[in-house]
């Protein structure tokens, strides 16, 4: 099939209100050296008409010009756009360096997070400490982060907490808050209200809450802002015609529309508040990279996570020290498995390693196995 093929065939689709099924189609024609100018501008043209972010138009509308100069119709619209994006103004608080931390007298609507396993993406501070909340797929495995705070710099950020289940991670900045003003009142959420997700690179998305229906899942939103068309890795904050903040937008879709999840700002905050329960309860607990929990094993001389049994990145006991077996018994929850052969702990293993000292399980002797 060809690229005017294509091509009528995302119209029909834009038309019948397909929008996922025109975005495949109009980006595989935009991009299909069979198609002539003429065609590949046009692919554009409709592109642009598949999302409301004004940056994202603007790209679209661009590529059309550089396919087909001159077009007075397309280089209108353009210039309409641009005076629009102008008018536009991104509200950043000022970061005044202290002895020991930033301060802020207001925190920004949105924070840049960089250096995640899988791009960049926006996020949102969610209490005076300087905790911010992004998405767990932006992060991946990463414990370090840059977090840039609009146009008056970046701080470093550590990665707390993970919780791959709800999509979201916890960085910890060395800032102070004056106040959390967009976090203060708790709106309640109203199946088609008007939402606008604004990302830290400034790309802006009008859309709706959906009613989730029988695939609501606790914690989440459904919004109609189609997946294809979200703009960085995840962590965009959803914002109510008030300025109120209501959630994060995610990568995950929903399975039938191709539709966006956000992770709602009520279940951010519980785990936000479970995570700074779990650090004091666990002073010398380090996040482990696997699982995103944390790991007390490896202060203590373990080499494993006692939540995944991944291997641990490393120890703040020195390779010299002896291991703390007593304590490191109780995190692991030493059971009543074979003794591991090289240590004698009972600690148990996994995959085939022990938890304490990570040498191989012996194999069963062929009288046990015939007892079995």
Sequence with gaps: MGGEDDLLRAIEHMKSGDLQSAVVLLRKAVDDPDLDKHGRAVACIWLAETGDDITFKISCLEQALRHEPGNPQVQGKLDQLRDRQMQQHSVASALTPSSSSVCMAQAPPVLGIDGGVNGSGSGIFVNREGLVATTANLVGSALEVVVACGSSGAVPGQVLRRYPESDLALIQTPVALGSLDALENKPVVIANEAVTALAYNGAKIRATLQDPGDGGRQGWLRTSILIAMSPDA??????????????????????????????????????????????????????????????????????????????????????????????????????????????????GYYAGHCLRCSHEQAPKSPDSMRRK
Excluded: M
């Design 234 to 347: 995840g962590g965009i904050p959803l914002y109510d015609s008030r300025g109120h903040i209501l959630g994060l937008l995610t990568r995950n879709a929903d399975h039938d529309t191709g539709r966006a999840w956000a992770l709602s700002l009520p279940h951010i905050l519980t785990l936000a508040e479970q995570t700074a329960q779990e650090r004091r309860l666990l002073p010398n607990a380090a996040t482990c990279g696997a699982c995103g929990c944390r790991a007390q094993a490896g202060h203590y001389g373990g080499r494993y996570c006692e939540t995944c049994g991944a291997s641990l990145p490393s120890a703040s006991v020195s390779e010299l020290d002896a291991p703390d077996f007593e304590r490191l018994a109780q995190i692991y929850g030493e059971n009543q498995s074979r003794p591991c052969p090289h240590c004698g702990a009972k600690a």
